[in-house]
């Protein structure tokens, strides 16, 4: 599949967000295991503290030792290109080639692993907030990937509160996020104009709320509280899997192949849709790479072909279902794309994955091209799913989003 019709394939299934801006570039197949460094074991969406480090990694597999290059742009709340200069929000410049790397060692898989720090002694830093995307090109200056990041002050408080639905019919399905805002040091002039809220699920940008306007003003905070604008389907906890240890079965692998690489055989999942909920601790669609014996898994941890297997209710059949995870951004494409095996009865699919610890789900998109999260999942209010809400903020005459706070809260204290 050309990188053009994996791009195409993307912008299908954006059913919340910005529709018409800049979007990131999907990754070529041979680009694998993206990772923005946070606070946090597992990657991540990168909301990242003004000042702090930016840490980006990722793998090459195709052996060659290839340069890449970076170029990062800033751009507006809705995705499109701000109209600061580079020198208004870049200490230092881009363009320059990534010259951290390292090979990988006693592995059946060859890649070499690309390391790149901001600040570095090239690009110092970046000192405005907001949004950015970074790029990412090869010798011929074509672009491999691109990432969003965000880079927040603390100019404001923002509190986050998980609620039930309250619209009765969805009591047991969904959750509604209510969001309170106030700042010292901004005064709040005409909020539903100069104040923007961005509000994310488990950190998927995919399914994010956006262009929420404040429903109360109490002086100087804003207040959300909403019946139906700020709420999400509940969803289901994650299935997980963990092969650190690539020679050795556990909970979640059935059996194990050598061929050129290794293969991971999961337990075939069932669906859970119409099924009672029951907790299982999962890290909402994240990954952590790992690996058993080695003292440098970034460059000693293997690829696995990690095949996966859901056994379909008769309304699922024929349908386009997905392995859906942080694992390559929340992404539908072919790669990860089911297959019906008529002999087995199953649908199965198959992705090569760096060593770690991952959490994943089955997802479905209808006849419109719609994503369904819960179809396989199911959806319920017990779930535990993290919540962030991000403020962005443009006074009256000013020439960019400035992201002004960032609010985080979890379902597991969720309210009625």
């Not at 999260?373 to 005459?397: C, F, M, P, Q, W």
């Amino acid at each position: 599949m050309t990188a053009k019709l994996h791009i195409y394939i993307y912008f299908l299934f954006i059913p919340y967000f910005f529709f018409g801006q800049t979007q990131e570039v999907v990754p070529p197949d041979y680009i694998k295991t993206i990772i923005f460094s946070g606070e946090t074991p597992e990657s991540q969406l990168p909301i990242i503290k003004l000042g702090d480090r930016i840490a980006l990694t990722f793998d090459a597999l195709n052996g060659n030792e290839e340069d890449f290059y970076y170029k990062i742009e800033h751009y507006n709340y809705d995705w499109t290109p701000s109209n600061l200069t580079k020198a208004e929000y870049m200490n230092g410049y881009d363009n320059q080639r990534i010259r951290n790397y390292d090979n990988s060692f006693n592995t059946y898989q060859i890649y070499s692993h690309y390391n790149l720090i901001i600040p570095n002694d090239r690009t110092r830093g970046l000192k405005k907030s907001g949004n950015y995307m970074i790029h990412i090109y090869n010798d011929y200056d074509e672009i491999v990937f691109s990432r969003k990041f965000m880079l927040y002050e603390n100019s404001a408080n923002v509190g986050v509160f998980i609620t039930k639905s309250r619209d009765v019919k969805y009591l047991e399905e969904k959750q509604s996020v209510d969001i309170k805002i106030n700042s010292s040091s901004i005064l709040f002039n005409n909020p539903s104009e100069t104040v923007k809220t961005l509000i994310i699920q488990n950190n998927n940008l995919n399914t994010a709320i956006s262009n929420v306007k404040p429903q109360y003003t109490l002086g100087n905070e804003l207040i959300y509280k909403y019946t139906t604008e700020t709420s999400f389907w509940g969803g289901n906890e994650y299935f997980s899997f963990e092969n650190k240890d690539v020679k050795g079965a556990n909970v979640a692998i059935e059996y194990i192949s050598l061929e050129d690489l290794y293969n991971n055989f999961l337990f075939t999942n069932i669906v859970r849709q119409g099924r009672p909920y029951t907790y299982n601790p999962d890290i909402n669609g994240n990954f952590v790479i790992t690996a058993l014996y080695v003292e440098k898994p970034w460059i000693e941890a293997d690829y696995v072909w990690v095949h996966f297997s859901l056994l379909p209710s008769d309304d699922i059949l024929n349908k386009s279902i997905y392995v859906y995870g942080n694992y390559n951004n929340y992404e539908l494409t072919e790669a990860n794309k089911m297959q019906f095996n008529d002999a087995r009865g199953v649908y199965e699919a198959q992705l090569l994955l760096k060593q770690g610890f991952y959490s994943y789900k089955y997802v479905l998109v209808d006849d419109n091209n719609q994503l369904q999260e819960g179809a396989i999942s199911g959806n319920h209010d017990e779930t535990e799913n993290n919540y962030k809400v991000l403020v962005y903020y443009r006074d009256l005459g000013a020439r960019y989003d400035r992201l002004i706070g960032v609010g985080e809260s979890n379902s597991i204290d969720i309210t009625d």
